[in-house]
């Protein structure tokens, strides 16, 4: 019986190391033919009393360094109080 156990271990680790290198597949080429350069605001705000962080960046196109803005000035207004 631990002969047949051992046997169906090592079929199953056989089994999930070739379907791992058989499931490869080519890599994706994301077409840029219409790049817009946008602004992206990644921010989280809360209504703790603390220092928010707000990020803020512009749209790029694949493999080119992201850059950041910088020297903006950013409001925050509601009408919630």
């Known amino acids: 019986m631990k002969l047949f156990c051992r046997y169906k271990y090592l079929v199953i680790v056989f089994l999930i190391a070739i379907s791992s290198i058989s499931s490869c597949t080519e890599p994706f080429e994301a077409p840029t033919k219409d790049f817009e350069d946008i602004l992206v ?24 360094p992201v850059e950041e803005e910088r020297n903006a000035i950013v409001r925050v207004s509601g009408n919630d109080r």
Do not use: W, Y
Request: zero cysteines; charged letters at 30%; aromatic letters at 12%.
């Open 41 to 64: 605001v990644d921010a989280f705000i809360t209504s703790e009393e603390k220092l928010q962080e707000i990020n803020l960046s512009r749209t790029f196109v694949f493999d080119s």
